[in-house]
Antibody, heavy 131, light 109 residues
């Protein structure tokens, strides 16, 4: 059974760097998009970014200038760093395993929709930014 | 646009059928996935792909899609289905990123 266990500092001051790590237990580490998602108190989910086993990353354009996601395949871990945090970054941060099958065009130029989903999630870490 | 739109709140009588919808251009290229989130808990995947349920998800949950709209249907809603539901898809406008809907609060009366 796949399990994601995450940890990191829960209280930061403005301008500091948020740092979280997620360890993956069970299952393969390759073939997935290892992702970070956050949820401000009382609000919805926001996709932060992802990394695959080879280190290729994609980031939310709204956070791209401050986000770095890295991977350590020797430990089956991936990490999130978010620099220059403010109170607006206060949220529960989740790590998750993403699965992606891209859409393609079948016969007759018919578009076959792709699949994209998160099947395993970490327990979440509340990160509070306060002076 | 890469945004996904959901109704903020929906209610259903116990045992009745409810449909939660999600709209967005990306749904023409990617099936929506759906997540159930109860207070203080991490989201749980309930529907993915064309209409697939992970192991352990009751068969009263089903998914469908047409054009730019995806739907999550709960047939015979139970009290334990009261939760927030989020749809998710992949940006198909050239930006390689995930996107979530704003969430729907489901109340079971």
């Amino acid at each position: 059974q796949v399990q994601l266990q995450q940890w990191g500092a829960g209280l930061l001051k403005p301008s500091e760097t948020l740092s979280l790590t997620c360890a993956v237990y069970g299952g393969s580490f390759s073939g997935y998009y290892w992702s970070w998602i956050r949820q401000p108190p009382g609000k919805g989910l926001e996709w932060i970014g992802e990394i695959n086993h080879s280190g290729s990353t994609n980031y939310n354009p709204s956070l791209k200038s401050r986000v770095t996601i890295s991977v350590d395949t020797s430990k089956n871990q991936f990490s999130l760093k978010l620099s220059s945090v403010t109170a607006a970054d206060t949220a529960v941060y989740y790590c998750a395993r993403g699965r992606l099958r891209a859409y393609y065009y079948g016969s007759g130029s018919y578009k076959v929709p792709g699949d994209y989903y998160f099947d395993y999630w970490g327990q979440g870490t509340l990160v509070t930014v306060s002076s | 646009s890469s945004e996904l739109t959901q109704d903020p709140a929906v209610s259903v009588a116990l045992g009745q059928t409810v449909r939660i919808t999600c709209q967005g251009d990306s749904l023409r290229s990617y099936y929506a996935s759906w997540y159930q989130q109860k207070p203080g808990q991490a989201p749980v995947l309930v529907i993915y792909g064309k209409n697939n349920r992970p192991s352990g998800i009751p068969d009263r949950f089903s998914g469908s899609s047409s054009g730019n709209t995806a739907s999550l249907t709960i047939t015979g809603a139970q009290a334990e289905d009261e939760a927030d539901y989020y749809c998710n898809s992949r940006d198909s406008s050239g930006n390689h990123r995930g996107v979530f809907g704003g969430g729907t609060k489901l109340t079971v009366l």
